[in-house]
């Protein structure tokens, strides 16, 4: 309808530049149409001014205006509008045709393969009619870009699907070849994570349009499928984990569905899900308990449900590094009292602690427990950083602010903010407010803000409670079911003393909160500080519930141990090695990140940093890491992981002879999975690639104007067209329809 109308298609109007061929300048055709609308004016005036009835108000502007605008029109016409637009050169330029020629293109649709639909596409006149126009090169798009010479060598066998790389490798083939457009059938499934802007902007600066084509369902079949699954990289033996896995599924909404978690065939882990509404992301948190020391290769899957289209994508799989070394704890009592002996007695149990403490029993004299060696703490507090950083967090209980030096409280605030440390302040007599840490300059450092005042500390009984942020941690996790979880947490004895710390600073979470008579106060606070942690617990009278309740209920060890392991599990070493994906599905490219300190913990850009790589079959690579220009400390280097399996990767690093410190990264390249996954048709990619390089998303009944409307490209052989408009059939309705409307008004009005 719209070329029969317009006489051209949208293309034209859409890419074309409007131009007046007529041979007189355009001020000539002004200064008629304004002649002839005054002398329109003037004899309307004239004529309505003789009329009988007489016609006035806004009707003769009206006619006026209708009668100019027909004038304006046959003027426009007489100066021969036209769109000049860029149109390729016959059989002097490429047309580049793309198919996905990945897995997932396997797929059945209707009860034929996307792979058999894209074929019949293109030999159904498709691609005879471009080849009358143009040269074609006919490409295998997948894990890589291959040229093929007939549809008939689709496979749909590729193990990935690279549309980005693709893309880049035919814009740059477009710098010595006269490509002129580029079409593309796939289902816009890209496991690279998209098309970035860097390819986009390629495509547009060489003014390369893409046409696309989609295949595969709009709507999913019936389906489950796990989307994501967040878990640490690594974590301490024995420590409690939490996996936050992503779902959804389409047609199942309502029923029940199993979630569990393998290591090696064994289950760590599981339970029963309730379905969310079609569509929609559902996140569960599964806990599990890290075990010895090893990397472990974690399965997450959804046991397949009743007549499931696709099961492939029910399962992932995440890497876990569980290390072996101790943190070292430092906690500093003020005075002897039972809170002490009983957080001592709560980490005993635990092989990835070493809790050092230091009890001043005396003004002047200190007694110290689990020291290495005897020179630890023989001077007291530590006053030099290569001592204080030696640990991975701090406890500081009824200690008064003044027993620490300026030089160490500004080391304390190096050890979290700096060094990454943990730091825990505990209630007392002496402690937060009443020791005068309001005041000081470690108070930035705190989760609330302390009472600037006296008499905050109160020995009297309060009861905890979790608070909505706590029914998710995993310190406050006593029970793995959330609900008997609050609900043990409502039984917990009674605490002896509490003391008020103020109100919880932005971006502070409040885990437990207390109540004392009619008060409702914070009772355990933790926040995040530069590169370390830290929290307040306002009691010193937990040591109640491990008294008051039976000598085997582990409910008083179990939450001690797993605030200790909160606040020193994630204190990084000098030498800390990340990459963004540790499985690499069905590409092997892994991008390496080392983080290197100094004996002082400051940015260390002088070393020599590299990778020692072991892999599977015998496979032995070293890799030297490059710094970074920009940010001081950091390493980077790229590698490329060419067989599947699993590899490891000791970072180390050197200055000199001297070593400065030393990581373990794993890392596991899957191939033929990610072509499982999200396998609808991603038409919003499709149609977004298009729209931003002048292209178009076609429409299947509207492929036959493809070879015509694909000439319109201002990319490679290209010939100025001026596309004329005075003969378009919607000018003359247009006349027609105001002259009529003139008519109709003449008529109402007497005025004919």
Not at 259 to 273: D, F, I, P
Not at 655 to 671: A, I, K, N, P, W
Request: proline share 5%; net charge neutral; with cysteine.
């Amino acid at each position: 309808m719209f070329e029969l109308l317009f006489q051209h298609s949208p293309s034209v109007f859409a890419k074309g530049e409007f131009v007046l061929l007529g041979s007189m300048p355009v001020w000539v055709m002004v200064l008629l149409g304004l002649l002839i609308a005054g002398g329109l004016g003037w004899a309307i005036r004239a004529r309505l001014a003789k009329a009988p009835s007489g016609v006035s108000g806004v009707r003769p502007v009206i006619l006026w205006a209708l009668q100019s605008t027909v004038v304006a029109v046959v003027l426009l016409l007489l100066w021969n509008p036209a769109m000049m637009v860029s149109e390729l050169k016959p059989q002097q330029n490429i047309v580049a045709v793309l198919v996905d020629d990945s897995r997932s293109m396997s797929l059945t649709d209707d009860g034929k393969t996307l792979r058999d639909r894209a074929v019949a596409v293109l030999e159904s006149g498709l691609l005879a009619g471009l080849e009358k126009k143009f040269q074609i090169r006919l490409y295998r798009a997948a894990d890589t870009l291959q040229r093929i010479a007939s549809p008939q060598e689709l496979t749909a066998a590729r193990p990935a699907t690279r549309l980005g790389d693709s893309l880049k490798q035919v814009a740059s083939e477009s710098a010595g070849l006269p490509i002129g457009a580029v079409m593309l059938l796939s289902d816009g499934s890209d496991n690279s994570g998209g098309i970035d802007l860097d390819t986009i902007a390629e495509l547009r600066n060489r003014r390369l349009p893409v046409h696309t084509i989609g295949f595969g369902k709009l709507k999913p079949g019936r389906d489950l499928e796990i989307s994501d699954v967040q878990l640490a990289p690594r974590a301490m033996a024995d420590s409690r984990l939490a996996a936050q896995v992503t779902f959804f599924q389409h047609g199942y909404a309502g029923q029940k569905a199993k979630l569990s978690l393998r290591e090696s065939g064994k289950v760590l882990a599981s339970q029963n899900v309730t379905l969310a509404p079609d569509g929609r992301m559902q996140t569960e948190t599964m806990l599990f308990n890290a075990g010895t020391a090893a990397a472990k290769s974690l399965h997450f899957s959804l046991e397949p449900l009743s007549g499931e289209e696709n099961q492939f994508n029910n399962s992932t799989t995440r890497l876990l590094n569980v290390e072996a070394g101790k943190r070292r704890i430092l906690y500093v009592e003020g005075e002897p009292r039972w809170e002490f002996k009983f957080i001592r007695r709560a980490h005993q149990d635990d092989r990835s602690i070493q809790l050092v403490t230091m009890l001043r029993t005396t003004q002047n004299k200190i007694y110290r427990q689990d020291i290495d060696n005897p020179a630890e703490l023989a001077e007291g507090f530590p006053g030099r950083v290569e001592e204080l950083f030696g640990y991975h967090a701090l406890i500081i209980g009824s200690v008064e602010l003044g027993y620490f030096t300026s030089a160490q409280q500004e080391l304390i605030r190096q050890f979290v903010d700096r060094r990454g440390g943990g730091l825990l302040l505990l209630a007392g007599r002496a402690a937060l407010s009443e020791g005068g840490w309001a005041k000081s300059s470690l108070a930035e450092l705190l989760p609330v803000s302390l009472p600037d005042r006296k008499a905050t500390f109160h020995r009297e009984p309060a009861t905890a409670s979790l608070t909505p942020a706590g029914a998710e941690s995993l310190i406050c996790r006593l029970v793995e079911d959330p609900a008997r979880n609050a609900e043990r947490w409502k039984k917990m004895p009674h605490l002896m003393d509490f003391q008020e710390i103020g109100e919880p600073k932005p971006g502070a979470a409040v885990l437990m909160d207390m109540t004392a008579g009619q008060r409702k106060l914070p009772l355990l606070v933790t926040q995040n500080y530069g590169r370390g942690r830290s929290a307040v617990m306002a009691s010193s009278g937990t040591w109640r519930w491990q008294m008051s309740q039976p000598l085997e209920d582990q409910t008083h060890e179990m939450f001690w141990q797993q605030l200790l392991r909160w606040l020193a599990s994630d204190t990084p070493g000098r030498v800390v090695a990340s990459t963004p994906r540790q499985m690499l599905f069905d590409d092997g490219r892994l991008a390496l990140t080392a983080e290197l300190r100094d004996k002082n913990y400051l940015p260390a850009s002088d070393a020599r940093v590299e990778a020692r790589i072991l892999g599977p079959e015998g496979l032995a690579a070293q890799v030297e890491l490059t710094p970074d220009a920009s940010n001081p400390g950091l390493f980077h280097a790229d590698w490329a992981a060419e067989k599947p399996g699993s590899y490891l990767a000791e970072i180390l690093a050197k200055r000199g002879d001297e070593e400065v410190g030393r990581d373990v990264l794993t890392f596991q390249r899957q191939d033929g999975v990610a072509e499982n996954f999200r396998t609808g048709q991603n038409r919003e990619l499709l149609e977004k690639l298009a729209a931003q390089t002048g292209g178009r998303y076609w429409q299947m009944e509207e492929l036959n104007k493809l070879p015509g409307e694909i000439a319109y490209s201002e990319a490679g052989i290209t010939v100025r067209q001026a596309k004329p408009l005075w003969s378009m059939p919607a000018i003359f309705l247009f006349i027609l329809l105001v002259k009529a409307v003139e008519w109709i008004l003449r008529r109402r009005w007497g005025v004919v």
